[in-house]
């Protein structure tokens, strides 16, 4: 009884993560769709850089806006790998509780076996009683002409083998349940490998799209090595726009100081559970 309430606990529990996972992974597919407007902007302002070739101040000012439009995509990027690594440290938390749960299942399965096996042991010998009973009860009807005495014998024999029938009667339909929530326990399980394979795999895309993030990111701060150059390589630009531009920078600088333990936190808890799973495993 203990056993199955477990159970039921830890289902409830890994129906919550599975919702909790759901909402994180809209939100992330939200974000990737912001993702996509703001690359489509830095594909665009490039082209306006160059069909304002003679303009030069109009230049300078897109590409500050450009230098400014990478920093802000840098600053996403570290959100999405933030949100990443959130959903990494919750997916592994999901499939430590699949495993629990399947070695509760599993557990659980043997010992209804065990009882399953108990029960056709307690039916093999209630058949056996059964049989002798019968075989008294057909002596009985053999001697009656001869023993007239033994009739109530023969009444109490039809009576024990009475209560024997609906014991044996009893003992079938309660068979007849475990059998039955066996193969409940059975599907369950079946449903339990099969979420945890599907966690897997989306354990495996989390990883890849983490994977295309880091290398979009270091192409991002090529991309902003080269705008520094250029800015220094062209003229300078108007004071009150430079104030605006270094203001925003060290806006932005401070949001990624404020980032950056955070994605610390979630990397190194990460690699905490990678470290406590391996040494589980061995």
């Not at 069909?51 to 959100?79: G, I, M, N, T, V």
């Not at 399947?102 to 056709?120: A, K, V």
């Not at 002596?139 to 023969?154: A, D, F, G, S, V």
């Not at 430079?242 to 690699?271: A, D, E, F, R, S």
Request: hydrophobic share 90%; charged share 5%; net charge positive.
């Amino acid at each position: 009884m203990l056993l199955l309430l477990l159970l039921l606990l830890l289902l409830i529990q890994l129906l919550l993560l599975l919702l909790l996972l759901l909402l994180l992974l809209l939100l992330l597919l939200l974000l990737l769709l912001l993702l996509l407007l703001l690359l489509l902007l830095l594909l665009l302002l490039p082209i306006l850089l160059l069909l304002l070739r003679p303009q030069q101040q109009k230049r300078l000012q897109l590409l500050l806006l450009l230098l400014l439009l990478h920093l802000l995509l840098l600053l996403f990027l570290l959100l999405l790998l933030l949100l990443l690594l959130q959903l990494l440290l919750l997916l592994q938390l999901l499939l430590y509780l699949l495993l629990l749960l399947l070695l509760l299942l599993l557990l659980l399965l043997l010992l209804l076996l065990l009882l399953l096996l108990l029960l056709l042991l307690l039916l093999l010998l209630l058949l056996l009683l059964l049989l002798l009973l019968l075989l008294l009860l057909l002596l009985l009807l053999l001697l009656q002409k001869l023993l007239q005495k033994l009739l109530l014998l023969q009444k109490l024999l039809l009576l024990l083998l009475l209560l024997l029938l609906l014991l044996l009667l009893l003992l079938l339909l309660l068979l007849l349940l475990l059998l039955l929530l066996l193969l409940l326990l059975l599907l369950l399980l079946l449903l339990l490998v099969l979420l945890l394979l599907l966690l897997l795999l989306l354990l495996l895309l989390l990883l890849l799209l983490l994977l295309l993030l880091l290398l979009l990111l270091l192409l991002l701060l090529l991309l902003l090595l080269l705008q520094i150059l250029l800015l220094l390589l062209l003229p300078p630009p108007p004071p009150l726009l430079l104030q605006l531009l270094l203001l925003l920078l060290v806006l932005l600088l401070l949001l990624l100081l404020l980032l950056l333990p955070l994605l610390l936190q979630q990397l190194l808890i990460l690699l905490l559970l990678v470290v406590v799973e391996e040494l589980v495993l061995k």
